[in-house]
């Protein structure tokens, strides 16, 4: 992996927000949405329920807040290829000397960068508007966040390999996919509260003992380690196949042509 | 003779039962200028985009700077480059953005210099504050063009440099295409639908047809070849497939 190559990949990823101030609104307007749909619905529960309800029903914010940790993560790595897509620079930057780790390693890069730019915004608007702190998570925070993003890569990788192999038609799969796991993820219920069937696939997702341990450490300030210790290992299976596919794919593709496909379009 | 910069070797690519390109075999010697010509799908953006390690070959070989592309491609696109018809550099940037991106992607020594060099040289200086997306067609190839030699390429593929350009942004290209060959001794692939780039501007031609060679040497010689009056005559001629017998393919 060079980091000059990373570096100038992601150097273009800031000059296009830069130009275009209104791609900022596309990476606050919806976590926006969402934080003040979930927080003035937990308020209003807040109100209504008081003690009745079984623990602190702020974990709703809390679970936008960390969601979007993953989404942005996700979407950092396969808008970047759509990116290159839609101004007819892909050839451009897969016929330069680049090589597939430098490439990935940039569009971790700039998920990380969106992620920690919508993240930290709703952070302190969950404070202001809800007197939500996500720092009650206290250390906890740290590996929530690199687990959510680390599976946010992974998704991101698995979205840009299918659409790589599917074609542009397949774009739509940059918004979908995580949305697509969200019912299992655990994300505003606990993994209990779904049916059998959903549980063994929601156990099978590295997020949803990532939300389960958000919704304990509020509850009470604990997090079994049991739960940290399977995300982490669900992560580097799902990293690893990911990166497997999309290695792969892009064997497919040069085989098949579909890189020069995707610039005829 | 001069060493070889490229060297292809019984190239073969299929897209299931469809051969794009068929025991394929050239070489292009350091300095000089390749053109390789042929109607639409006659295979030569497959050659190309192979050359580029885009598209794998079937079967063959590729060996450039005396190294195999297969096993070697990331250090051999570092000495080389290419402009393409087919591509733009992202329209939201800035043209100095753009290039400023892509040298430091092909690691271009003293980069902010080598950047008013290639701007200068395609007679586009003034646009480098200007958005890329709001160049003209011309500019935007100019622009292509800049970014093909920010490394001082060893080796260029030039694929139709010149497509939907007006003649005399045409003339400017082949004169800066010819001005990189006599300064830097840059190495070409040329492929173009003009007739009178390949006359001006190639030291020698392939002539493709449906993924074959069909016929390989200077200007001159292919007309002499194929009983012509011009290269146009030949090129049509081969187009519609007409009286190929005086051709005799190269397999």
């Known amino acids: 992996m060079n980091l000059h190559i990373i570096q100038a990949l992601v150097l273009r990823y800031l000059y296009l927000y830069t130009r275009t101030p209104v791609r900022l609104v596309e990476l606050l307007f919806w976590p926006l949405v969402h934080l003040l749909v979930w927080g003035y619905l937990t308020v209003f529960l807040q109100r209504h ?6 623990y602190e029903i702020t974990f709703l914010i809390g679970a936008v807040i960390l969601w979007d940790v993953l989404f942005r993560a996700q979407q950092g790595v396969a808008i970047f290829f759509l990116e290159d897509v839609w101004s007819r620079n892909l050839l451009n930057i897969f016929a330069a000397p680049v090589t597939t780790a430098d490439y990935l390693g940039s569009t971790y890069v700039v998920g990380l960068l969106r992620a920690g730019v919508t993240s930290t915004i709703l952070g302190v608007l969950s404070l202001v508007l809800y007197s939500f702190n996500v720092l009650e998570l ?42 697509f796991i969200q019912p299992f993820a655990a994300v505003f219920y606990p993994v209990d509260g779904l049916p059998p069937v959903m549980q063994a696939f929601s156990k099978a997702l590295p997020c949803s003992y990532i939300f389960e341990g958000m919704r304990d450490v509020l ?20 990293l690893a196949a990911a990166g497997v596919l999309f290695v792969s794919v892009l064997k497919t593709a040069r085989d098949k042509g579909l890189l020069t496909k995707f610039a005829a379009q | ?5 490229l060297r ?33 799908g006659a295979g030569k953006t497959t050659v190309i985009n192979m050359m580029l390690g885009l598209i794998t070959p079937s079967e063959g070989r590729i060996e450039v700077f005396g190294q195999d592309l297969a096993s070697h491609r990331i250090e051999i ?19 100095g953005q753009n290039l400023n991106v892509f040298g430091k992607l092909y690691r271009v020594p003293d980069l902010d210099r080598r950047i008013d060099e290639v701007l200068d040289l395609l007679e586009i200086g003034h646009l480098k504050k200007r958005v890329s997306g709001h ?117």
């Open chain 1, 49 to 54: 329920t008081g003690d009745a309800f079984p």
């Open chain 1, 138 to 179: 206290q250390w906890y925070l740290i590996p929530f966040i690199i687990n959510l993003l680390v599976f946010g890569w992974a998704l991101g990788m698995i979205s840009t390999a299918l659409i790589v192999r599917w074609g542009p038609a397949a774009e739509t799969l940059a918004w979908a996919t995580p949305f």
């Open chain 1, 219 to 238: 509850k009470d300030g604990t997090l079994p380690m049991r739960d940290l210790v399977l995300a982490s290992g669900l992560n580097v299976v799902y």
């Open chain 2, 1 to 5: 003779m001069s060493e070889s910069v």
């Open chain 2, 8 to 40: 292809v070797a019984d190239l073969v690519k299929r897209f299931g039962d469809f051969a794009a390109v068929r025991n394929v075999s050239f070489e292009i010697r350091k300095g000089e200028i390749l053109g390789l010509l042929g109607a639409n």
């Open chain 2, 77 to 95: 696109l570092r000495r080389m480059n290419f402009c393409s018809t087919y591509t733009q550099l992202p329209g939201n940037l800035l043209v």
């Open chain 2, 135 to 251: 160049l003209s067609a011309g500019e935007s190839t100019r622009l292509n063009l800049c970014k093909a030699l920010l490394n001082r390429p060893e080796l260029l593929l030039l694929d139709e440099p010149t497509a939907s350009l007006d003649p005399d942004i045409a003339d400017k290209v082949r004169k800066a295409v010819k001005r990189v060959r006599e300064e830097d001794g840059a190495t070409m692939l040329y492929t173009s639908h003009n007739m009178r780039d390949v006359e001006e501007v190639c030291d020698r031609v392939i002539f493709m047809h449906k993924g074959k060679i069909l016929h390989q040497g200077t200007p001159a010689e292919i007309v002499s070849h194929f009983q012509e009056k011009s290269l146009e005559d030949v090129f049509i001629r081969v187009a519609r497939g007409g009286e190929l017998e005086t051709a005799k393919p190269i397999d």
